[in-house]
């Protein structure tokens, strides 16, 4: 069982950032990748980034040049550098980890993007 804890969501105005911490109960380095996804009102959840492998990095197109995905083993956390953020990206993001085929998420963290 793996447990995902998400933090770092907030109220931010157009053209701000935001830096989301996915805190894992159990060793990052061991996982099959790690990723952040999101879900707006109304809307279906949309994969954002996924981190795997030696570093290995994929980003959904909305999102390119702008958020980062990235990682740190020794905290067994990954992180989502979200900069340049748009009303559109408004929504609850999760955090995602597959180990061994099973895939486990974190309870979310809210985003809005608003003035």
């Known amino acids: 069982q793996v447990q995902l804890v998400e933090s770092g969501g907030g109220l931010v105005q157009p053209g701000g950032s935001l830096r989301l911490s996915c805190a894992a109960s159990?060793?990052?380095?061991?996982?099959?990748?790690m990723g952040w996804y999101r879900q707006a009102p109304g809307k279906e959840r949309e994969l954002v980034a996924t981190i795997s492998g030696g570093d290995n990095t994929n980003y959904a197109d909305s999102v390119k040049g702008r958020f980062t995905i990235s990682r740190d083993s020794a905290k067994n956390t990954v992180y989502l550098q979200m900069n340049i953020l748009k009303p559109e990206d408004t929504a609850v993001y999760y955090c995602?980890?597959?180990?061994?085929?099973?895939?486990?998420w974190g309870q979310g963290t809210q985003v809005t993007v608003s003035s």
């Open positions: 159990a060793s990052i380095f061991s996982m099959n990748a």
């Open positions: 995602n980890a597959l180990l061994r085929l099973r895939s486990y």
